[in-house]
């Protein structure tokens, strides 16, 4: 019989405020609302004079400021205070440590119900790096200048706290399905609102010897259907959070290096709380969990060179429909075809790519544009203004740049679950802003915690 730990999962302390309340205590990810500070000062008004994980993160809004330095130093600072002398004691705001799984289901503003188990993952069973057959893979390419600004504030942290969520493939809802029916009659251990439009949350302790074996044998029978010709299982895939995963990566291998060189042994380095990461796993098949296509506009380029490029690489066919309405209801119903809007002679055109894709549409069309418009600017003049794409969340919009002089706006199909963890595994991570999961308030709110370094 195979142990949790062999599938690279191990049971992790869980830390969580005493008498908590969820509505001051819990927080968005710092990787959202990037740009609006307006919603960070809501939550600070609503965290204001509590415990809060607000006040253990550093939200993206700050990346660039001045006070960054400064930022994150009150981070660490606040990190040892709500530790005090230990979880559990008079001083600290944590209750004792818990040695479990939290099953969770938040609802959110939108009225979709996700579920979720959060547990710990082993590092050494995850590669952000293309064409890895490492257990949990990245989804889309990372980019490796995101990685050292994030490490400043994950090295030496005292506390953890994850808004990376992994995905699943389990379409007999054996594992967060199997966690759900298990707690079914247990008390929480928490419940309630969370703040700034984010919803409901809801989560309980997987903890006994049966209830993480039913873990242990779910994840037992999900490794064994996914495990691939060459022995390699593709387990888990990250769906957000893959830059804090590739961060909590890098830290534990250049800590792992200065433990080896003090002359650490095997059981030193497996014991080490910094060889994991915190993360919530998701049934990719959950009827909550949404998956947008984020779609694409391309300023001052070839537009019909690029349409009748892409004709050709993707082995499609090319027809002009009536109206944005029409354009955009032939693309939503299908998982390979694809829409441009744009002028062409003083009048609006919509013109629909069909294609015989079986894999995630992204995947393949995103090469070809990068590789016409990387030719586009080698063959130009230098007096010619320079092709730029933007990526766009939301039809409607895209749409509307498409009427733009100079401009195409390209609408994506939908991303089909069924070919997800295979294009992954045959093509490697998907192109930047291939897919998004949910709208932004239905992002993972921080409320578990975990000691790192101690």
Not at 159 to 183: F, N, Q, R, W
Not at 187 to 208: D, K, R
Not at 236 to 242: C, E, H, I, R, Y
Request: hydrophobic share 40%; glycine share 8%; aromatic share 8%.
């Amino acid at each position: 019989m195979k142990k949790i730990e062999d599938f690279g999962i191990r049971v992790p302390e869980i830390l969580l405020p005493k008498n908590i309340d969820v509505k001051s205590w819990s927080v968005i990810a710092c990787d959202q609302y990037t740009q609006d500070l307006d919603y960070w000062k809501k939550a600070e008004a609503a965290a204001a004079g509590k415990p809060s994980t607000l006040n253990l993160i550093l939200p993206e809004v700050y990346l660039n400021s001045p006070d960054k330095p400064a930022r994150i130093e009150k981070i660490r600072k606040t990190m040892k205070s709500y530790i005090a002398e230990g979880a559990g004691s008079q001083d600290s705001v944590f209750d004792a440590e818990r040695n479990c799984m939290v099953y969770i289901e938040r609802k959110t503003a939108f009225g979709r119900m996700r579920r979720g188990l959060v547990t710990q993952i082993d590092l050494e069973t995850y590669e952000w790096k293309p064409f890895s057959k490492a257990n949990i893979r990245a989804t889309e390419a990372t980019i490796v200048e995101r990685i050292p600004p994030r490490m400043e504030i994950r090295r030496g942290a005292a506390l953890e706290l994850p808004h990376i969520m992994l995905l699943v493939d389990d379409k007999d809802d054996l594992l967060v399905g199997g966690a759900s029916t298990a707690v079914r009659g247990k008390a929480p251990l928490y419940s309630g609102e969370l703040m700034c439009n984010g919803g409901e949350i809801t989560g309980w302790a997987v903890e006994s010897d049966s209830e993480i074996a039913g873990v242990t044998e779910a994840v037992a029978k999900i490794a064994e259907a996914k495990r691939a010709a060459d022995g390699s299982t593709f387990l888990f895939a990250v769906g957000d959070g893959n830059h804090s995963l590739a961060t909590a990566k890098a830290v534990w291998d250049e800590y792992k290096e200065k433990l080896i060189a003090e002359g650490a042994d095997d059981a030193t380095l497996r014991d080490c709380p910094v060889r994991y990461a915190l993360v919530e796993i998701v049934n990719i098949y959950d009827k909550g969990l949404t998956f947008e296509p984020i779609h694409r506009v391309i300023f001052d380029c070839d537009v019909e060179g690029l349409i009748k490029t892409l004709a050709e690489k993707l082995g499609g066919s090319v027809s002009e429909v009536s109206g944005a309405g029409e354009l955009e209801a032939a693309v939503k119903a299908s998982h390979a075809d694809f829409g441009f809007a744009y002028k062409a002679g003083g009048a609006q055109k919509y013109v629909l790519l069909k294609t015989g894709i079986t894999e995630l549409a992204v995947a393949r069309l995103q090469p070809e544009i990068d590789e016409f418009l990387k030719s586009a600017t080698a063959a130009a003049s230098t007096s010619a203004k320079k092709a730029e794409i933007d990526y766009i969340h939301g039809s409607d919009e895209v749409l509307k740049l498409g009427e733009r002089e100079n401009a195409v706006g390209i609408l994506l199909p939908p991303i089909a679950k069924d070919s997800f963890f295979e294009t992954i595994s045959g093509r490697g991570p998907l192109p930047r802003k291939s897919f998004s999961m949910g709208e932004a308030d239905e992002k993972r709110f921080y409320l578990e915690c975990r000691r790192l370094f101690k």
